[in-house]
């Protein structure tokens, strides 16, 4: 199976990958790396983005995980 991931520390280049990935190029499968929680609402099949994965929401959860478990947060 082919598979795209836009991992850029751009949104808009995230974007722009997935969908030309998913219309130009057919590729089945689109995993986009979201870099600003305000632009959550894009990412999604509409832009060729089958899989969203968040940076924000990742650091907040894992520095909620970090506080919780005494441990410090490494990312």
Known sequence: MDV???????DEDNLVISWLSKQEFGVPRVISRINNSRNE??????????IS????????????????SGARSLI
Request: overall charge positive.
């Open 53 to 68: 994965v968040s940076t924000p929401a990742l650091h907040h959860l894992a520095g909620r995980r970090g506080r919780r």
């Open 41 to 50: 609402w894009l990412f999604n099949e509409s832009w060729g983005v089958d």
């Open 4 to 10: 795209v991931i836009a991992a850029t520390g751009d």
